[in-house]
């Protein structure tokens, strides 16, 4: 049985991804845009890493808050949920309310290589 089907020159889900040094690290980013949800992928080891799942929680409080939740890897890492959270915030505050998928695959999870990543993916957003 054949099939006549072939692929469309544009993939239909909005991307941008591009490589950068970090702190001596190749790091790879990728950033997806889909109809329910932001994905971001980061990664220094070739891998997806650490999956997280972030989301602004609705309210009756006049002030936002915003849940944050390991979904596949390291649980012990602080640092990793923040990069999410300030991901979020930021998503939030540019008016959206999709949810944000983040996946860290780092050799190196300190405070610096996090707000660097932050940085890249905010200066490269689809939000």
Known sequence: MSSNYSMPAQFPVAHK???LDIKGNKTDIVICKYDDNF???VTQIGCMGTILHARKEEGVSTEPTFHVAVIFGKRDEPFLA???RQLIENISS?????PLVLSLGLK????????EIIYAVMENRLW
């Open 94 to 98: 540019c008016g959206s309310t999709r």
């Open 82 to 84: 923040a990069c999410a």
């Open 39 to 41: 994905l971001v992928m």
């Open 17 to 19: 991804s591009f490589s």
């Open 108 to 115: 190196d999870h300190s405070p610096g290589t996090m707000k």
